[in-house]
């Protein structure tokens, strides 16, 4: 049986001090977390990660991106190494504001994810399509093709990759994918990995779905068979949405 996960993702919000005073009551969220069996994550800006790591009893903490490479003239940019100091446990990968905003493609996040599981780091790559590629019913061909030049040939341990599924147009939209639609997305990203690795590889692999889910959507996402938890925005900014997103999960 897979675990669930819920991983908040805070892209460019809260401050040191604001995430210092988020952190001070991390134990509220785990003990929500624990009991259930819910693996908790967030992904703070890279100034915040320090701190998180700090509180984390029960939290694995995660980068919004990473560089492929390990240092270079390369600059603004932050590396693997240079993260693996701060003991966080991975780093998001691919996220649609990275592909629309800094234009990062697949082959870029197939070099990012090789080169966090060389360093025995996790991986969380996301997957989804835009708005007009949905309603032109592409959603399936243009993930697979996300799906197959992000991962094909990856070496090392694929249990440390997790996929994200997250259609871009339901993104801090409030128009969350339905349970019908994430569940046959997730069932068919499951297949492609199949495809790529093996059946034992694919059946193990954690699924989220991504997309304004809230304290009041989560709990049908995971009745879904291939859906294993959730990456959430808007609604992990707030402790008390957090911990209502965890508590009305199961
Ligand atoms: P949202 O963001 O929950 O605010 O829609 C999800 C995400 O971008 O990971």
Redesign the pocket.
């Known amino acids: 049986m897979r675990p669930k996960m819920i991983v908040g993702?805070w892209?460019m919000n809260k401050t040191i001090s604001e995430t210092k005073a988020f952190v001070k009551n991390l134990r509220f969220l785990e003990k929500a977390a624990v009991p259930r069996e819910i693996i908790l994550g967030i992904a703070p800006s890279y100034l915040s990660l320090e701190t998180v790591v700090n509180k984390a009893k029960f939290t694995r903490v995660y980068a919004q991106n990473v560089h492929d490479l390990d240092h270079g003239a390369f600059t603004g940019e932050v590396s693997i190494p240079m993260l693996k100091e701060l003991k966080i446990n991975g780093s998001?990968v691919g996220?649609?504001?990275r592909r629309i905003y800094d234009n990062e493609t697949s082959e870029k996040c197939h070099l990012k994810i090789q080169a966090l599981l060389d360093h025995k780091l996790e991986a969380i790559y996301?997957v989804g399509e835009n708005l007009a590629d949905y309603e032109a019913g592409k959603s399936k061909e243009v993930v697979k093709q996300q799906i197959v030049a992000g991962l094909k040939g990856l070496s090392g341990p694929l249990d440390l990759l997790t996929i994200?599924y997250?259609p871009v147009w339901?993104?801090?939209?409030?128009v969350?994918a339905s349970k019908e639609i994430a569940e046959e997305m997730c069932a068919f990203i499951r297949n492609e990995i199949k495809l790529l690795t093996t059946p034992s590889v694919a059946e193990n692999m954690l699924i989220l779905y991504?997309?304004?889910?809230?304290p009041e959507n989560i709990h049908d996402y995971f009745l879904g068979e291939n859906i294993d938890g959730a990456?959430?925005?808007?609604?992990?900014l707030k402790l008390e949405s957090f911990e209502e997103l965890i508590t009305n999960s199961y």
């Not at 339901?170 to 409030?174: K, L, P, W």
């Not at 991504?210 to 809230?214: C, D, H, L």
């Not at 990456?231 to 992990?236: F, H």
Request: glycine share 24%.
């Open positions: 993702n892209k998001l996220h649609s504001e996301c994200a997250e339901s993104i801090g939209t409030g969350n991504g997309g304004s889910v809230k990456l959430v925005g808007g609604a992990s």
